[in-house]
């Protein structure tokens, strides 16, 4: 049994069952033993990691999440996020499913934020300044569409893995977690198109039809 000092060394101390006991020197030379009982750490360790799961995950969403518009008619989406922690910026993109619809213009960055530099071009992109932002429905950008052709589409928001300049950065450091919710638009005819298609029908139903 080794001795330092006259106090006996932590690897010759005796380990309680169950319980990981954590030496180390104190003041004077002193050996200060913590018993750490391992199912408490590990519960500890899953408490941590919900609370920070609920206090970093931003859900970004559209609004309107579900529209319905007329063929060769523009109309604008917003992107908005629910931010329950503080971040000090965003970046983001936007892609519809279909061709449906197309974008028209540059987006228009929400009031809260400064916009910020996009390298992949989209402008999707904003900074938190002088003071980093929390809350709900946040908006972030609003974006004009054209509705080209007849049809449904989605609205997808994702960030690209790996790309520094998307996500929600918190404040002091590290990243939000994040969860898209997709919006859908449907493009339907115009109400002259329509007229025709239902007189159209109409006639082809009233047509007399020949005797055989």
């Known amino acids: 049994m080794q001795k330092r000092g006259g106090i006996t060394d932590c690897q010759d101390l005796p380990v309680e069952t169950g319980v990981q006991q954590v030496c180390d020197e104190g003041e004077g030379g002193a050996i200060v033993v913590f018993s750490v009982n391992r199912r408490q750490v590990a519960l500890l360790v899953v408490m941590l990691f919900c609370a920070h799961t609920a206090l970093a995950t931003v859900i970004v969403r559209f609004n309107p999440s579900n529209a319905e518009v007329q063929k ?18 965003w970046g983001l993109d936007v892609a519809h499913s279909t061709s449906a619809i197309s974008q028209v ?58 790309d520094l300049t ?30 025709l298609i239902l ?14």
């Not at 950065?169 to 329509?194: N, R």
């Not at 007189?199 to 055989?212: C, D, I």
Request: aromatic share 6%; net charge negative.
């Open 72 to 89: 060769g008619q523009q109309f604008q989406v917003q992107i908005v996020a629910d931010i329950p922690s503080n971040v000090v910026g």
């Open 105 to 162: 213009g540059s987006p228009a960055i929400g009031p809260a934020w400064s916009a910020a530099f996009a390298p992949d071009g989209d402008g999707l992109a904003g900074m938190a300044f002088p003071q980093s932002i929390s809350g709900s429905g946040i908006l972030l950008a609003t974006l004009t569409f054209s509705a080209d052709t007849l049809g449904g589409t989605d609205l997808i928001a994702s960030i690209t893995p790996g």
């Open 166 to 195: 998307e996500g929600f950065p918190l404040d002091p450091t590290g990243f939000a977690d994040v969860t898209f919710q997709t919006g859908h638009i449907q493009v339907t005819p115009e109400p002259a198109m329509l007229g």
């Open 199 to 212: 007189v159209g029908a109409t006639a082809l139903r009233s047509r007399p039809r020949r005797s055989s």
